[in-house]
């Protein structure tokens, strides 16, 4: 039942979209009428300017968060990765904007904050490092956040088996999400940030 509950509670968080809400509120318009359509801090960045960008990136890193710590509450053992997931999940296709959502990259980083703080930070750093080297965020957030995994293998021992499970299926939901992006920079024609869509 517990399970149940903090799934609920995890997508119910997700669906709270930053990048909607705020360009609503302050600027009243919708983020997904610009860019790429997305309801996510980097189309956030690209739409309102960097100080929403970074507010929105902020916030839903909180979101990430607040899920796994109240998942962990409520079930010490499996509770934060029923969590983290569905938050991402609910941030991805949060059933509030007819599930058209962002692409979970901050709120990844919010759910492993707490789960493993070592993880998350290196696949910031890595992920953001090759964002401003290449002045591709889809690069940067594809990779920051694929090799979540590989992390783990490599340099944790023993490797938690749940957490393993865990950032291969984040992993999986990166790629997924950022399909799109993944033909145009095998094409060349991805945009760089700073340039418009």
């Not at 493993?116 to 490092?129: A, D």
Request: glycine letters at 12%; hydrophobic letters at 55%; one cysteine or more.
């Amino acid at each position: 039942m517990n399970i149940l509950l903090i799934c609920l509670i995890g997508y119910a968080i997700g669906n709270i979209s930053n990048a909607y809400f705020i360009g609503k509120i302050f600027l009243n318009k919708d983020v997904r009428n610009f860019g790429s359509g997305n309801a996510g801090a980097t189309n956030a960045l690209r739409a309102f300017g960097a100080k929403i960008g970074i507010l929105v990136f902020a916030l839903d890193i909180l979101k990430g968060v607040i899920a796994v710590l109240i998942g962990r509450y409520l079930d010490a053992e499996t509770g934060q990765y029923f969590a983290g997931l569905m938050v991402i999940i609910g941030h991805n296709w949060p059933a509030i904007l007819k599930f058209k959502g962002g692409k979970g990259i901050a709120t990844s980083i919010g759910a492993m904050l707490i789960i493993n703080p070592i993880v998350s930070l290196v696949c910031f750093v890595i992920g953001i490092s090759i964002a401003f080297f290449t002045r591709l965020v889809s690069l940067g957030s594809l990779i920051g956040v694929a090799i979540a995994p590989i992390i783990v293998i490599v340099f944790f021992r023993p490797v938690n088996s749940n957490f393993l499970i865990f950032t291969t299926i984040l992993s999986i939901l990166a790629i997924f999400k950022h399909r799109s992006n993944i033909l145009r920079l095998i094409k060349g024609k991805e945009n760089k940030l700073g340039k418009k869509d």
